[in-house]
């Protein structure tokens, strides 16, 4: 496979996972590291998942794997979760941020294992947007990101979940969620009573705190537009963004609205994405990034989205719409 040799030459190649597209160099070499980072934009302190393929390329990379690792493997790899280990000497810093752990995860699609195994080495790969855009779920978005930045793009069409994995610390006596992910805390609270969320999750840092997972310190999938989440009953919540829309396109801007089929027709004068129905919550998940791309494209001046907690992927989708939305959530 071309895009394997690719990966151990040193190059870069973008790739589909069952999360989002990833942007993968060799793992073990700390110039294929320095060269993603190049090409996102994305801060050096800001470390790379490692991806493998088979549970034998795990003890090379870390220093030990703790028994609760071990329970989390067995339930969900392949799959979205993500594990903070202590890491080997092997591993560079450049890959780690310079941390001593190493994140890895095992994706559940055909062609990211494929293209582990082709590449006979481990794939260090962030997401495989521009730093600071939002996440890319289809080709496209990749093209656009990083066309010329990245030796090659497999197109494996849309992915299936659309946000980016639950990462668990797995160093300490209990595991910590650092970003919540398909894999909710009560899935992990089925195998671990003791399991808690990071606070970066769920708020805003303070000037000079630093979070456990240094990506969440970032602004991230911000769409070029204001965004403004909106939280209240249907009612309360369309009244006060139709408001909203009334008196920003008299000043001649476009107004968006992140919305779900039961009210996509509640919003006459706004641009209204629409991301299906409200208790679908993986429809929501699958398609929220792109919507955030959209309005980038049709040049909205800012966007209004309803609020999404509850059910099982109500913290990961609302962890991400939080922070594109700079945590500017209001109560209607
Ligand atoms: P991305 O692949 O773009 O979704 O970003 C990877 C995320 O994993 C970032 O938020 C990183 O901060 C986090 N991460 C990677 N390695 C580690 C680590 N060793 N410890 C904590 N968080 C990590
Ligand atoms: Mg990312």
Same mark, same amino acid.
């Given at each position: 496979?071309?895009?394997?040799?690719?990966?151990?030459?040193?190059?870069?190649?973008?790739?589909?996972?069952?999360?989002?597209?990833?942007?993968?160099?060799?793992?073990?070499?700390?110039?294929?590291?320095?060269?993603?980072?190049?090409?996102?934009?994305?801060?050096?302190?800001?470390?790379?998942?490692?991806?493998?393929?088979?549970?034998?390329?795990?003890?090379?990379?870390?220093?030990?794997?703790?028994?609760?690792?071990?329970?989390?493997?067995?339930?969900?790899?392949?799959?979205?979760?993500?594990?903070?280990?202590?890491?080997?000497?092997?591993?560079?810093?450049?890959?780690?941020?310079?941390?001593?752990?190493?994140?890895?995860?095992?994706?559940?699609?055909?062609?990211?294992?494929?293209?582990?195994?082709?590449?006979?080495?481990?794939?260090?790969?962030?997401?495989?947007?521009?730093?600071?855009?939002?996440?890319?779920?289809?080709?496209?978005?990749?093209?656009?990101?990083?066309?010329?930045?990245?030796?090659?793009?497999?197109?494996?069409?849309?992915?299936?979940?659309?946000?980016?994995?639950?990462?668990?610390?797995?160093?300490?006596?209990?595991?910590?969620?650092?970003?919540?992910?398909?894999?909710?805390?009560?899935?992990?609270?089925?195998?671990?009573?003791?399991?808690?969320?990071? @606070?970066?999750?769920?708020?805003?840092?303070?000037?000079?705190?630093?979070?456990?997972?240094?990506?969440?310190?970032?602004?991230?999938?911000?769409?070029?537009?204001?965004?403004?989440?909106?939280?209240?009953?249907?009612?309360?919540?369309?009244?006060?963004?139709?408001?909203?829309?009334?008196?920003?396109?008299?000043?001649?801007?476009?107004?968006?609205?992140?919305?779900?089929?039961?009210?996509?027709?509640?919003?006459?004068?706004?641009?209204?994405?629409?991301?299906?129905?409200?208790?679908?919550?993986?429809?929501?998940?699958?398609?929220?990034?792109?919507?955030?791309?959209?309005?980038?494209?049709?040049?909205?001046?800012?966007?209004?989205?309803?609020?999404?907690?509850?059910?099982?992927?109500?913290?990961?989708?609302?962890?991400?719409?939080? @922070?594109?939305?700079?945590?500017?959530?209001?109560?209607?």
């Amino acid at each position: 496979m071309e895009a394997g040799r690719v990966i151990r030459s040193g190059g870069l190649v973008a790739f589909p996972t069952e999360t989002v597209y990833g942007l993968g160099g060799n793992a073990l070499d700390a110039r294929a590291s320095e060269k993603i980072y190049a090409a996102k934009g994305r801060p050096s302190d800001n470390p790379l998942i490692v991806h493998i393929a088979d549970l034998e390329e795990l003890p090379d990379l870390v220093a030990e794997i703790p028994p609760m690792a071990e329970t989390l493997m067995n339930q969900y790899w392949p799959g979205p979760l993500t594990l903070i280990f202590k890491k080997s000497l092997k591993v560079p810093p450049e890959t780690t941020g310079g941390l001593d752990t190493v994140a890895v995860r095992m994706p559940d699609h055909e062609a990211a294992a494929m293209l582990i195994r082709a590449s006979g080495v481990p794939i260090a790969a962030p997401s495989a947007n521009t730093s600071g855009r939002p996440s890319p779920t289809r080709a496209k978005h990749v093209q656009e990101d990083l066309s010329g930045r990245v030796d090659i793009i497999l197109d494996g069409g849309e992915v299936g979940i659309g946000l980016e994995s639950t990462i668990i610390d797995v160093t300490g006596s209990d595991p910590v969620i650092l970003r919540p992910g398909y894999i909710s805390l009560d899935m992990v609270k089925e195998l671990f009573e003791g399991v808690r969320m990071d @606070k970066a999750c769920t708020e805003p840092l303070k000037e000079g705190e630093r979070p456990k997972a240094p990506g969440m310190k970032y602004r991230h999938y911000a769409p070029k537009a204001g965004l403004t989440i909106v939280e209240g009953g249907r009612a309360e919540v369309s009244f006060y963004i139709n408001n909203r829309i009334k008196e920003e396109s008299s000043g001649g801007n476009k107004v968006g609205v992140l919305c779900t089929e039961e009210t996509a027709g509640c919003y006459p004068g706004g641009i209204c994405k629409c991301m299906g129905r409200r208790a679908d919550e993986e429809t929501v998940a699958h398609n929220l990034f792109a919507a955030l791309r959209e309005f980038d494209e049709e040049e909205v001046s800012q966007i209004y989205s309803e609020s999404f907690y509850g059910g099982q992927l109500g913290q990961a989708i609302m962890n991400r719409l939080m @922070k594109a939305a700079g945590y500017h959530l209001i109560q209607v």
